[in-house]
């Protein structure tokens, strides 16, 4: 039985550069959530999708852009890194979205490091 | 704006004692209430969680309630164990969009 899963599991990129960060949510979920959590802070919500489609947006500048596919695995985009957004990326799906919430299941993270 | 606080942010309980962490939301708004554990380097669990039609919930020896009016809502652990040792974060959720607003975290430590 897979779990949400991540890839890469660490990076490091320099200042000013691009990364891609991929999920693959649990079988037969159909949403997936991305959040940022720096060291010693609680997750900050940056993007939920569903069907493919963007349904919530965190307080995130449009450096961080992302997209899910028809498989309904996603990715996280970030342009222009700056050393702010060193953090572990997570990744969390869940079954369904109708107008009631719904758990949220984590991905074991990717831990980015920005020199 | 939306916030969630949360308090305390460490606790430490001699085995067997109970623990109580609780956390404040800003937006009355929020319709769901999940706890999650994280142990140092591995993910955040989801433990229990709470609708907001709900005022209280338990699974064997934790509960969880809520107090819509005052917008609080609290994790009791009975019968601490060394194992339940890990940072605990209380989150509100927000159905229209999915998101959860996470409290700061609560470093629990349970002495044998």
């Known amino acids: 039985d897979a779990g949400v899963t991540q890839s890469p599991t660490h990076l490091i990129k320099t200042r000013g550069q691009h990364v891609t960060l991929r999920c693959s949510p649990i079988s037969g979920h159909k949403s997936v959530s991305w959040y940022q959590q720096v060291l010693g802070q609680g997750p900050q919500f940056i993007f939920q999708?569903?069907?493919?489609?963007?349904?919530g947006r965190g307080n995130f500048p449009d450096r961080f852009s992302a997209r899910q596919f028809p498989n309904y695995s996603s990715e996280l985009n970030v342009n222009a890194l700056l050393l702010g957004d060193s953090a572990l990326y997570l990744c969390?799906?869940?079954?369904?979205?109708?107008?009631?919430?719904?758990?949220?299941?984590f991905g074991p993270g990717t831990r980015l490091t920005v020199t | 704006g939306e916030n969630v606080e949360q308090h305390p942010s460490t606790l430490s309980v001699q085995e067997g004692d109970s623990a109580v962490i609780k956390c404040t939301y800003s937006d009355s708004a929020s319709n769901y209430f999940p706890w999650y554990k994280q142990e140092l380097g591995k993910r955040p669990q989801l433990i229990i969680d709470i609708r907001s039609n709900v005022g209280e919930k338990k699974d064997q020896r934790i509960a969880v309630t809520l107090n819509k009016t005052a917008k609080h809502f609290s994790l009791h652990i009975t019968e601490t164990q060394p194992e339940d040792s890990a940072v605990y974060f209380c989150?509100?959720?927000?159905?229209?969009?999915?998101?959860?607003?996470f409290g700061q975290g609560t470093t629990l430590q349970v002495k044998p």
């Open positions: 999708y569903y069907e493919k489609e963007e349904r």
């Open positions: 989150a509100a959720g927000f159905s229209n969009t999915g998101k959860l607003i």
């Open positions: 969390a799906s869940s079954s369904a979205f109708v107008w009631y919430v719904y758990e949220q299941y």
